[in-house]
């Protein structure tokens, strides 16, 4: 795996938290790793013994990581690597950035309509005093409502929903944070809320974090461990 992999997994809209923009390198128990998470989804491998380079794990994401990468436990629930893989079926791109129809692509960091207020001065007919509401364009945001003030919005694959070790998850997800890993087996487990689904390499070398869907599908395709 390489830095390069990892970055295809951040990511890339400007609003999100900078620690979701580039890898980074964290410490746990004196393992040291690489990471990369776009905030859904999080994979992280172990650096070399001997590699000098300085920690730089955003501290919104260290405390989090730190606990996911102290919870390898092995043999909970062995599977094909393959198999997961065509479960999880095609890679999709991540997402293409488009100008945001609302403010035409400005990235100014106040709404245009009301100078970043939130708030739509007029002047009364009927009293000949100045009202405020509720700035419709940017709808009391101060900025655009839709986009951020970014200029432009990221129109990702619609989520596939797909169960596996019986958390519900979106396949599209899972296949392009797969293609990132090698492997012949990996080993499935969830957390003690059943809000996320781990995945760890056999050997530790690896591992992915995927949070849950919210929303429930109860004809989603359930994958079968067993499958070779």
Known sequence: MSLEKLQTLCSSHLSHNSGYAVPFILTVIG???YGATDGYTALFEKLPTNTRELDT?????????????ESYTPGLITCDMLALKKFAGEVLPSGVETICPNCNGTTESKCRDCDGTGQDEHECSECDNQHSSVCQTCMGEGMCARCEGTGSLINSPKPRPGIVAEVTIDLVRLARLLSLC????????????????????????????????????????????NTI
């Open 182 to 225: 090698d492997g012949h087996e990996v080993i499935l487990d969830t957390d003690s809320e059943g809000c996320e689904l781990s995945i760890w390499a056999p050997d530790g070398s690896w591992h992915a974090r995927l949070a849950t869907l919210r929303t429930q599908e109860p004809d989603a395709p359930i994958f079968d461990p």
């Open 57 to 69: 794990t955003p501290i919104a994401i260290a405390r989090k990581a730190s606990v996911w990468l």
């Open 31 to 33: 393992t040291r790793w």
